[in-house]
């Protein structure tokens, strides 16, 4: 059983930076693949960014690459997304979520899921 919980979620103008984190309760955090995903209004729930168990591999959608960086700290128990350049497009609930494999990319690869945290991004 992994318990998740994210913060960091804001309202930043468009062009700022956010840190996300994402905190996970238990001792196999490291067998997990990591993702972060985001759903906004009306819309369907997206891969945002995934990161390896060991944190050497990550994916990005192609939205985000190059503006969002993810990583982990295995001992702190504790993923990253750190957020550049953010546009208005990239409002949203922001979740982590955790799941099996290297890197997997669907969202039914994923047991454990956070609550979610609101990043707003205002033009």
């Known amino acids: 059983q992994v318990q998740l919980v994210e913060s960091g979620g804001a309202l930043v103008q468009a062009g700022g930076s956010l840190r996300l984190s994402c905190a996970a309760s238990?001792?196999?955090?490291?067998?997990?693949?990591m993702g972060w995903f985001r759903q906004a209004p009306g819309k369907e729930r997206e891969i945002v960014a995934v990161i390896s168990p060991s944190g050497g591999l990550t994916l990005y959608a192609q939205s985000v690459k190059g503006r969002f960086t993810a990583s982990r700290d295995n001992a702190k128990n504790t993923m990253y997304v750190q957020m550049n350049n953010l546009k208005p497009e990239d409002t949203a609930v922001y979740y982590c979520a955790a799941g099996t494999g290297i890197l997997p990319a669907e969202s039914y690869k994923y047991d454990y899921w956070g609550q979610g945290t609101q990043v707003t991004v205002s033009s």
């Open positions: 238990g001792r196999t955090f490291s067998r997990y693949a």
